[in-house]
């Protein structure tokens, strides 16, 4: 079967600044891909020319086997676009926002009231009556604002960093909307900031940065690239931070780093939850007094660092 | 014969996405009523404090006491002007909430955005001017001349507002934060005063005399004076003695200019 989404070598420029400098995207139906990366990486620019909304300069794209470039308009008919903004009516209610698309969408008025009444029930927002949307929470507008995207029953939703500004709970309101989507065999596009968000929520993921794909794989295959998780121990007191170097090391079984000004050393991990128990044990045993243990996801500037590193070491090799 | 199906099915569509798109803006004024009342007061509360606070010192130019007379088609025109802002706020409130962007990324017709916009603010119009005339009956000011030349006045003032709705859509495309909106909100009131609107422009110092007799407010404003049988403020120059033809020259001079702007604008949101 054709994948869903099939851009190739996709490139733009605003002015003198290259925001997309030959994007390869694929992605299958029915699954979930991640576009992460920095702000400014070109996450934004590419969901933009996949949804219509930019022409590309140079490079090919289509979605559901249709030319993005050549047939605009019957692409539309088969995306849902959920952008950086909750793009929703704030003055009126649930129900008219999406009565008000679903007329544009060419419903036909009991249709869209039908519909919308479906949506609303579906994303727990039913009981919201008449209040006007302004007066949402920022996870309910998102809702609205996802659910409005799917009046169509689109084949593949976009979805622009859809937790950006949410606190936690809406963030998990959004994360559950959209597993369930997934469950429903919508394929998605989603652009994040977070690792930790690409992990949850895709089955593959393309890192983007400076308007290129640096590496794509399944989040798993992508962490172990990256040396997977790491512990952090924060010590009592800074001089036993030797003894702790050598005891986390051979936990670990990796090259331990100490910070002195955070009094923490820390080390990569391959299985994270046994290391935690082996390095509290060892810890204890060593009699060290420590304030805070904790495994972690190697964060996104982490990443960055070991990509950028890997492709020049990658450089200098073949030079 | 496919395709003039496809092209009538089309401007179907274009008219009826327009209408749902103005019809947004009418469930507006429906559930949040305030702004739209403030919106049709102000020009009433401007005409009451011109009407009697200042009018006592004021006399119509050519004499007479029918100041209030002279001032009404000038409020006209004025409430025409100042629906500007309301245009550009609205356009520009929907390009940075997403809102322009979901409609864009929609199976609908393009040109409704635009054509919902002029709808709703053409509409919102009528009713402000239906409401300050109403007012001006209340508080004496007639039209003398007949039926036909008071709808031609109504027709001018019209065209003026729709041609300053071109200026506000490529206006609110183009700002893009909320002091540039305040800095085109200023602006608005001096254009308004430095025109026929309250005074003839001959009751000013030379140059801003000369301004405010170009002024488009002013051609309006003396036009609909002349077809409602209101006094003129009578200046002898040329663009006082053709204030109708002007009032159709600038309004359609704008329409000229920020018609194909504000398309161009509109286009260049996907470059």
Redesign the interface.
């Known amino acids: 079967m054709r994948p869903t989404i099939v851009a190739e070598g996709l490139r733009k420029r605003f002015g003198d600044k290259t925001a997309l400098d030959g994007v390869d995207l694929t992605v299958g139906a029915g699954s979930v891909h991640g576009l992460l990366g920095p702000n400014g990486a070109g996450k934004t620019t590419a969901v933009r020319i996949l949804?219509?909304?930019?022409?590309l300069d140079d490079g090919h794209a289509e979605i559901a086997g249709i030319d993005v470039a050549r047939r605009p308009?019957l692409v539309?008919?088969h995306?849902g676009?959920v952008?950086?903004?909750?793009?929703?009516?704030?003055?009126?209610?649930a129900q008219?926002n999406l009565e008000?698309?679903g007329?544009?969408?060419?419903l036909g008025a009991r249709a869209a009231r039908a519909r919308a009444t479906e949506l609303l029930a579906a994303f727990d927002l039913a009981d919201t009556g008449k209040k006007?949307v302004k007066q949402f929470s920022g996870g309910m507008r998102r809702r609205l604002d996802i659910a409005?995207s799917l009046i169509?029953r689109p084949r593949v939703l976009f979805l622009d960093e859809p937790t950006t500004g949410l606190d936690p709970r809406g963030r998990n309101e959004v994360w559950e909307t959209i597993r369930s989507l997934v469950r429903e065999g919508t394929t998605v596009l989603l652009t994040t900031q977070y690792l930790d968000e690409a992990d949850q929520l895709t089955d593959r993921i393309s890192v983007v940065d400076h308007g290129r794909v640096v590496a794509e794989g399944t989040p798993t295959a992508l962490k172990a690239e990256l040396g997977g998780d790491r512990i952090d121990v924060v010590l009592h007191d800074a001089a036993d931070l030797a003894v702790a170097g050598q005891v986390v090391a051979r936990v670990a079984g990796s090259a331990a780093e100490t910070d002195h000004d955070r009094r923490q050393v820390s080390a990569a991990v391959t299985d994270p939850l046994a290391a935690l128990a082996d390095t509290v044990t060892a810890l204890r045993a060593a009699d060290l007094a420590v304030e805070d243990v904790a495994v972690r996801r190697p964060t996104l500037d982490e990443v960055f660092l070991h990509l950028t590193a890997t492709k020049t070491e990658k450089e200098v090799a073949t030079a | 014969m496919t395709s003039a199906i496809q092209g009538s099915n089309r401007l179907r569509?274009a008219v009826?996405?327009g209408w749902?798109?103005t019809?947004?803006d009418i469930?507006?004024w429906v559930?949040?009523p305030g702004p739209v009342i403030v919106g049709l007061l102000f020009p009433v509360m401007m005409m009451l404090m011109f009407g009697y606070l200042f009018g006592g010192a004021m006399t119509a130019p050519g004499g007479g006491d029918g100041y209030r007379e002279f001032l009404l088609p000038g409020m006209f025109a004025m409430t025409m002007a100042f629906g500007l802002e309301a245009t550009m706020i609205a356009v520009s409130t929907d390009v940075?909430?997403?809102?322009t962007?979901?409609?864009?990324?929609?199976?609908?017709a393009p040109s409704?955005v635009v054509v919902g916009r002029a709808g709703a603010d053409m509409l919102n119009t009528v009713l402000g001017l239906a409401v300050i005339m109403g007012c001006g009956l209340l508080i004496g000011w007639r039209a003398h001349d007949g039926v036909v030349s008071a709808l031609g006045a109504v027709g001018l003032l019209l065209l003026l507002r729709f041609a300053l709705l071109w200026v506000g859509i490529y206006l609110g495309l183009v700002i893009k934060s909320p002091e540039s909106v305040m800095m085109v909100q200023i602006l608005v009131w001096p254009v308004s005063f430095l025109a026929s609107t309250f005074v003839a422009p001959g009751t000013m110092p030379g140059l801003l005399g000369t301004i405010a007799e170009w002024n488009p407010l002013s051609a309006t404003a003396t036009a609909a004076r002349s077809l409602f049988g209101n006094p003129t403020w009578g200046g002898g120059s040329w663009v006082a003695e053709n204030a109708t033809l002007m009032a159709l020259v600038w309004p359609v001079l704008l329409i000229a200019i920020f018609f194909p702007l504000s398309v161009r604008r509109f286009q260049r949101?996907?470059?």
């Open positions: 949804t219509t909304l930019l022409r308009e539309r008919a995306i676009l952008g950086q903004h909750a793009a929703v009516d704030e003055v009126l209610s008219q008000l698309f007329r544009l969408y060419h006007a409005a169509l | 569509w009826a996405d749902t798109v019809r947004r469930l507006h559930r949040a940075q909430k997403g809102v962007d979901r409609f864009r990324s929609m199976p609908m409704a949101l996907s470059r």
